[in-house]
């Protein structure tokens, strides 16, 4: 068990706090922003914008991972994510790849990309975790049990937080034996996939737990349905996505207090700040 989680990912950038993936999405059907960016230009202005504001990495995206979405074609992808990602990286942007596509992967990493986000941890597409291993790439080893059209039929569990870290441990057992190095990854108990909000919520307060797989921990919570349940009106609908943006901080906020290597958020300001303020709190305790 350990006494304090590991901070740091081979190959990625080392603040002393925290953190912090902006969140691009490159496609027209993300629950929150899709088709904003799907134009180049403006995928490639709005990268600028995150790292400008203080984004360690920005996570670059091709498909809509939204419960109910239809996957894109292998081809759509490519051509979406990787002009972006190579215009990122060549003006010094730390990028990260948002794929289960061992393909999307490869070319993304060989266009600038110096991280493989994949929210199947491996389980998408049998040719990742050794695509990975030869590119020698960082990459985030995501919980997941099903594509988006039917992923919330999964979401039986016996305890929660227990069998998201016996499943993580499986992909990661698979990650090395294919060649990865586990100083280059990390994993992400993939909050809001294959989770009911009950769920989500124990396993946020679970991470304790998970930290004990020995790896860094990356929490996505940013604007998820259960964010937008949870502050639902009195008429009982969920708070739309935009507006669960002071929520997100709360929770990147209090992620970061519980000792998570990195958060993914929309909007970098704010969650900058909160994990500053998480940080400089939790040293004055400790």
Known sequence: MFERPPRYVDGLPRPDRCLVM???NVTPDSFSDGGQFLDRSRAVEHGLGLAAEGADLVDVGGESTRPGAVRP???EELERVVPVVEALASQG?????DTMRASVAEAAVEAGAVLVNDVSGGLADPEMFGTVARLRAAYVLMHWRAHSATMQQHATYADVVGDVAEELRGQLDKAVA???DPARIALDPGIGFSKTGAQNWEVLAGLGRLHELGL????????????????????GEPRPPLQREDATTATSALAAAA???????HRVRATLDAVRVAGRWAGAAS
Not at 259 to 265: L, Q
């Open 259 to 265: 000792g998570a290597w990195c958060v993914r958020a």
């Open 178 to 180: 294919a060649g990865m």
């Open 93 to 97: 942007v730390q990028v990260s790849v």
């Open 73 to 75: 074609g292998p081809q």
């Open 216 to 235: 860094p921990i990356l929490v996505a919570t940013s604007r998820k349905r259960f964010l937008g349940t949870l502050l639902a009106g009195a008429d």
């Open 22 to 24: 902006g969140v691009l």
